[in-house]
């Protein structure tokens, strides 16, 4: 059926030049004759008004014949070199629309509308295939940090922090210091940590800020750690030059102006009250406003799977952003279903707090060797996206086991 559409549109635009030219030649015949007539009406408007001498009046109409003549025979109906010549450029087109058209059509059209088979939508590759052709495509090249590079967040993204690392690890011997790499690598080190950002990750976060002294991401990682530490006054201040550096970039800032009230709020009362002024204390969950109230339900297809030494994690992280999540709770994995609330006084840091966000995702983490890390073989559930408010109330279902 295709095809012969194809065919039916060739045949309307050789059609359509074809008679365009037609008018184009007709049109002067149909001209020089309204001419003719005209004027040779007014000559005998001149005869008969006695203006005008018989003599005169013939030679006229002789004259005016002979123009007639001259610019009416080349549309006459007598063959005309022009017209083989026409026609054998239409046929030339015809023949180049062809041989253009429908290669390409065959090339990046849908060629399988000419069988008459209906499209079928294109399904969107999984986790487990786009992870497949990764790795196929580091064994063909090995030295290429690409691919490595795209599985480790392939990897981070599915939970699986130790498998990214070992990737991290392996573009940084090809790349060098890169700044971006060596802050993906200290974020995945730090979940391998329980979300703290001491040590290791730490140090990576300051080799990035060595290559690149103002990358935001890695000034937020250094704010982080440094309220990890306590140090108040140097987290605030990496985290304003974090912000600096985001509106530079033209990068939203309203985790990171959170945050730096949250450490504003808090400075005065670590650095120590001034004389004769009262104690400020930090905010708490009922100041906050920020109160999850989750019911964690257990898939009875799932009950078998639970291990002796399982244990459940509740929490929240940011739907967009750092991973560290701002509220995490840890009980026994049973007794289903139970309810959680998540507030502030939950939070990992106080500069990471449920209150700083606008939406998380919650989830419910059934771990079978008792670590908050993902492994493969634990249970869990998610709701995505859910909007921050000061009483909500959820259900997370756990459904899946993780790959």
Not at 67 to 74: F, G, K, S, T
Not at 363 to 368: G, W
Request: proline share 8%; aromatic share 4%; with cysteine.
């Amino acid at each position: 059926m295709l095809w012969w559409l194809i065919a039916a549109l060739l045949v309307c635009v050789v059609t359509y030049v074809a008679l365009s030219g037609a008018r184009l030649r007709a049109a002067p015949a149909a001209t020089a004759a309204q001419l003719y007539a005209a004027r040779h009406a007014e000559l005998l408007q001149d005869f008969a008004q006695g203006t005008l001498s018989s003599e005169a009046r013939a030679a006229l109409e002789a004259e005016l014949a002979r123009d007639a003549l001259r610019e009416v025979r080349p549309s006459a109906g007598y063959p005309q070199p022009q017209r083989t010549g026409r026609l054998l450029a239409l046929g030339a087109l015809a023949g180049l629309l062809s041989a253009v058209a429908i290669p390409v059509y065959l090339r990046l059209g849908m060629p399988e509308l000419t069988s008459g088979a209906a499209p079928t939508a294109q399904a969107r590759p999984s986790i487990s295939d786009m992870t497949a052709q990764l790795e196929q495509r580091i064994a063909r090249a090995p030295q290429d940090p690409e691919p490595r590079l795209w599985l480790a967040r392939v990897y981070a993204a599915t939970e699986r922090y130790a498998d990214a690392a070992a990737q991290y690890v392996a573009v940084l011997k090809m790349v060098g210091e890169d700044p971006a790499v060596l802050v993906q690598y200290a974020d995945t080190l730090a979940m391998l940590n329980d979300g703290r950002l001491a040590g290791p990750p730490a140090e990576l976060v300051q080799r990035a800020l060595r290559a690149a002294p103002e990358h935001a991401t890695a000034l937020w990682l250094a704010g982080l750690a440094a309220e990890e530490t306590g140090d108040t006054p140097a987290a605030l201040g990496y985290l304003q030059r974090a912000r600096t550096a985001s509106v530079a970039a033209h990068q939203p800032t309203a985790e990171l102006d959170a945050q730096i009230a949250a450490l504003s709020a808090a400075l005065p009362a670590r650095a120590g009250p001034a004389s004769g002024a009262q104690p400020a204390t930090e905010p708490g969950p009922a100041a906050s406003g920020a109160r999850l109230q989750v019911e964690v339900q257990l898939d009875p297809a799932l009950a078998g799977q639970i291990g002796p030494n399982a244990v459940l994690f509740v929490l929240a992280k940011q739907t967009a952003g750092m991973p560290m999540p701002l509220a995490v709770k840890r009980l026994p994995a049973a007794n289903f279903p139970l309810t959680v609330v998540l507030d502030d006084s939950l939070a990992m840091s106080p500069a990471a707090r449920l209150s700083s966000a606008r939406t998380v995702d919650v989830v419910a983490r059934i771990s079978q060797a008792g670590q908050p890390v993902a492994a493969s073989g634990d249970l869990q559930g998610k709701i995505a996206g859910l909007a921050v408010g000061p009483d909500v109330h959820l259900r997370v279902k756990i459904t899946e086991v993780v790959p």
